[in-house]
């Protein structure tokens, strides 16, 4: 790599109008963020995300979300296609790992790149596919489904933190508030039993999350979600492996694999999370 170029390299916290870059960049990836996501992510921490620079020229991105003070999350670790295998992308990876201090860090990684992570002490937890395309809604029942807005909040993030390794108040409430948003809870008899938050993306919508206590929970708010747009869209969910009947709702569902990353922590050991319960993550970006 040019002596000149590492001269001229500039890493430095993102600003909020910088978090495009990102999202564009991710889109072009084939990973396909929410078209609207800048400002929830901002939300969650405003000090997570850094910006490589030559000349002014946005070359690399690097995200290290912190939530609370024991839990952080990496993603759009990207290198513009022109400068990739120059060196670039280690800078920014180490100066956003350190930024976290000593939290855990977790992320997606993509499985060709799973042998990367591990030389930095990254470990494997488990798998998530992603399952795309158009669907076949089946029949199924919308009983006791409701907005989520009309759940009180407290109550709402209590729940997403049963199935969240930290606490995300202000990500939670800027996510489910998105314009071209989809966001419903099934709320029985004052308990609350799953919701589910569907966004409009580059391409298409994406499912994330879907947390539910059984699987006839997760069918009714997955289906009412998606009869409420176009049957022509495609739609995308990523799901944990390990939970067997979120596999069984997408073949019914006619869902297709159409992409897979791997889930990997290092600086602690792995949060135990109910995978059972989890049938769509929020998001590979922030977790």
Not at 242 to 264: D, G, H, I, W, Y
């Amino acid at each position: 790599m040019p002596t000149d170029l590492f001269s001229n390299y500039k890493i430095r916290l993102m600003k909020p109008e910088d978090l495009r870059v990102a999202l564009t960049w991710a889109a072009k990836e084939g990973w396909n963020p929410g078209i609207y996501d800048a400002e929830p992510f901002w939300a969650a921490d405003p000090t997570g995300f850094f910006i490589g620079e030559i000349n002014g020229k946005a070359v690399s991105t690097y995200s290290a979300v912190k939530y609370g003070s024991t839990f952080s999350f990496h993603g759009f670790y990207i290198v513009e296609s022109d400068y990739r295998k120059s060196g670039l992308g280690l800078p920014i990876w180490n100066m956003g790992r350190e930024s976290v201090g000593k939290r855990i860090i977790g992320g997606d990684a993509v499985v060709q790149n799973v042998h990367l992570y591990e030389r930095f002490g990254l470990k494997s937890d488990y798998r998530t596919p992603r399952f795309g395309g158009n669907f076949s809604l089946p029949s199924f029942t919308s009983k006791n489904i409701v907005e989520a807005q009309e759940v009180p909040f407290a109550q709402l993030l209590q729940y997403d933190s049963l199935h969240f390794p930290a606490e995300r108040g202000a990500f939670l409430r800027s996510w489910i508030s998105q314009p071209e948003t989809i966001s419903l809870a099934c709320f029985e008899h004052g308990t609350l039993r799953g919701y589910i938050n569907l966004r409009k993306c580059f391409t298409g919508y994406r499912v994330g999350p879907l947390f539910a206590e059984d699987p006839q929970t997760a069918k009714s708010l997955l289906c009412t979600a998606l009869s409420r747009i176009s049957k022509e869209s495609t739609v995308m969910i990523d799901v944990p492996e390990p939970n067997t009947e979120a596999l069984k709702l997408v073949s019914e569902l006619k869902l297709k694999q159409v992409f897979e990353t791997v889930r990997m922590y290092s600086g602690g050991p792995a949060p135990v999370l109910p995978l059972q319960k989890i049938y769509g993550v929020t998001s590979l970006e922030l977790g």
